[in-house]
């Protein structure tokens, strides 16, 4: 039930309400599949509400999901790069490309890691 309320409020794009009943998911879902998904689906909820600290917190809960780690660490750079912080949006872009290799998630992260400006002084390649 509170998986139909939450889905409901983003497909209205409610973000509010969204956020606030994923979360209450993210406490409530007994089957760790369905805790992951509302981990992800929180912290893109807060995306859209501009509220980075409280996404990056979803997103870094999300990476303890082993099969959902790649789609945090592809959040918690946008959401760096989001903040400004376009070393630390390279390092977790990386980490995409090489947990990901050929995949989808590792050419999103290789765009989005090119239009990084450069990095800054004495801060890797």
């Known amino acids: 039930f509170v998986q139909t309320i939450a889905a409901h409020a983003e497909l209205v ?6 956020a606030f009943w994923y979360e209450v998911l993210t406490q409530a879902a ?14 893109l909820a807060h995306i859209e509400l501009r509220h ?3 996404a990056k ?6 990476r303890s999901f ?15 790069e989001m903040q400004g ?6 390092q977790y872009f990386d980490e995409v490309i090489a ?3 050929d995949g989808m998630a ?4 290789r765009k989005r890691r090119a239009g990084l400006a450069a990095p800054s002084a004495g801060n890797g390649p």
């Open 13 to 18: 794009e409610r973000w509010e309400e969204a």
């Open 30 to 43: 007994l089957h760790p599949h369905t805790r992951a998904l509302a981990f992800e689906k929180a912290g």
């Open 52 to 54: 980075l600290p409280r």
């Open 57 to 62: 917190e979803m997103f870094t809960e999300l």
């Open 66 to 80: 082993e099969a959902r780690e790649v789609v945090a660490l592809g959040n918690l750079g946008l959401i760096a």
């Open 85 to 90: 912080e376009t070393d630390l949006a390279r």
């Open 99 to 101: 947990r990901d290799g």
């Open 106 to 109: 590792a050419e999103w992260a």
